[in-house]
């Protein structure tokens, strides 16, 4: 019923499904295919749905059309290694997303070589549109760390980047050492900095060109951000 309401109802903008126990019940399919044909859906949460890497390939075809997502909450589920990869592949084609929530979703799970958060980052170092990413709670390692702080020596968008320090004795959670995060923030700081004064100057030749009766190509103004 649901899935077929999704497909008469073409201007929904948001869906927000969180922990409703959507696999025992139908399939993630199912919701991905009735949302397909929707050019106005903008946000979308499947947060704790035990959402795995055989129902991304729906996720990863929703990406691929729809040109009007811009948050995605894909937390607390299971996307694991092999799933990060593949979602990547299509993140980086991806540019109309902005929110990326993908906390506690097994990514890294302590693995040595960290491939499934090495992707994501390496999908997200010249991303023209995120600037929201969560990437909490996933066991991320040391060649994680190392490619999550090379992608924000290269990205200039991402302003939120959620990810935590070591905890020592901690069960859960990612392994970044203690200089690495304060590198990181800085960096994170920085772009919210740039974005600040890319604000300005604009409002300022807002100011000016509504002054001197003059129209203003917004599209001519280029980021102050290098």
């Keep these: 019923v649901l899935a077929e309401s999704l497909r008469e109802n ?3 903008r948001g869906l927000k499904l969180r922990s409703c126990f959507i696999k025992s019940v139908m399939s993630v399919h199912v919701i ?16 704790n749905n035990k959402v795995d890497t055989s129902d991304l390939e729906g996720l990863m075809e929703l990406l691929r059309e729809n040109y009007s997502l811009y948050e995605l909450d894909l937390s607390c589920n299971y996307m694991k290694e092999a799933g990060a990869i593949a979602f990547s592949e299509v993140l980086e084609n991806n540019f109309t997303l902005k929110r990326l929530d993908l906390e506690d979703n097994h990514i890294a799970d302590g693995s040595i070589s960290d491939k499934g958060i090495v992707a994501l980052a390496n999908s997200l170092k010249d ?14 390692g040391a060649k994680g760390s190392e490619a999550l702080l090379k ?27 203690v200089e690495m995060m304060q590198r990181i923030k800085e960096l994170v700081e920085r772009n919210r900095n740039a974005v ?12 000016e060109a509504g002054n001197i009766g003059e129209k203003l190509d917004l599209g001519r103004v280029k980021h102050y951000q290098r």
């Design 127 to 140: 991303h023209p549109s995120v600037y929201y990413v969560n990437l909490r709670q996933n066991a991320i």
């Design 10 to 12: 073409k201007t929904i």
């Design 151 to 177: 992608m924000m020596e290269e990205n200039y968008m991402i302003t939120t980047l959620e990810v935590e320090e070591t905890r020592p004795n901690a069960i859960v959670g990612n392994n970044i050492k």
């Design 196 to 207: 600040k004064k890319t604000a300005e100057y604009l409002k300022e030749k807002c100011l």
């Design 32 to 47: 991905v295919n009735g949302l397909k044909e929707s050019q106005q859906l903008e946000s979308l949460c499947l947060s």
